[in-house]
């Protein structure tokens, strides 16, 4: 069974740049029928998607965020990570890790990590 | 960008039909997924590809997608079917999220 773990410091202080950590189980991050993303959710609010990578390094990120966004892959640890630079406390949430499934050009995701609240404050 | 329109909240008695709207310019020529989050729990997909199921969702969830609007359907709709749901869809290299439909079970 597939099993996505975020990890990363809970709290972050303004201006600095946010560090997250996915950790992939039970399968290949290499697969080459897949893309591997990071969602975010602020407290009462819905679903928003930050950005995507595929094994090989090529990414997709939310034009809102992409400023600021840097998603990398790190196979060799089955591993993807997050940086999101210059934060505010709008970017508290929590910060979800999920895997896309890529089936005739699209993409959906079928396995969500559990989640991890990342608050921005001094 | 491409918006997806959901209407906020939607109520319905047990065992009735509830359905929840998406909608988007020509949605129809796009593939649509649905999510079911429950209270503190990550979402989870119930309907890809516009009305196919994964494995364990039961068969009381359908989707359908024509025109300008999305639909999904939870027939026979119990209390454990209370929860927010969310459309999403691909587009131009894009993941766009629908704001979130809560479904109330009265």
């Known amino acids: 069974q597939l099993q996505l773990q975020e990890s990363g410091p809970g709290l972050v202080k303004p201006s600095e740049t946010l560090s997250l950590t996915c950790t992939v189980s039970?399968?290949?991050?290499?697969?080459?029928?897949?893309?591997w993303g990071w969602i975010r959710q602020p407290p009462g609010k819905g679903l928003e998607w930050i950005g995507s990578?595929?094994?090989?390094?090529?990414?997709y990120y939310n034009p809102s965020l992409k400023s600021r966004v840097t998603i990398s892959v790190d196979t060799s640890k089955n591993q993807f990570s997050l940086k999101l630079s210059s934060v505010t406390a709008a970017d508290t949430a929590v910060y979800y890790c999920?895997?896309?499934?890529?089936?005739?050009?699209?993409?959906?995701?079928?396995?969500w990590g559990q989640g991890t609240l990342v608050t921005v404050s001094s | 960008s491409y918006v997806l329109t959901q209407p906020p909240s939607v109520s319905v008695a047990p065992g009735k039909t509830a359905r929840i709207t998406c909608g988007g310019n020509?949605?129809?020529?796009?593939?649509v997924h649905w999510y079911q989050q429950k209270p503190g729990q990550a979402p989870v997909l119930v309907i890809y590809?516009?009305?196919d199921r994964p494995s364990g969702i039961p068969e009381r969830f359908s989707g359908s997608n024509s025109g300008n609007t999305a639909t999904l359907t939870i027939s026979r709709v119990e209390a454990g079917d209370e929860a927010d749901y969310y459309c999403?869809?691909?587009?131009?290299?894009?993941?766009?999220f629908g704001g979130g439909t809560k479904l109330t079970v009265l």
């Open positions: 590809y516009d009305s």
């Open positions: 999403q869809v691909w587009d131009s290299s894009i993941v766009v």
């Open positions: 990578i595929y094994y090989s390094g090529s990414t």
């Open positions: 039970g399968g290949s991050i290499s697969s080459s029928s897949y893309y």
């Open positions: 020509n949605i129809g020529s796009k593939s």
């Open positions: 999920a895997r896309l499934n890529l089936l005739r050009i699209q993409l959906w995701f079928d396995y």
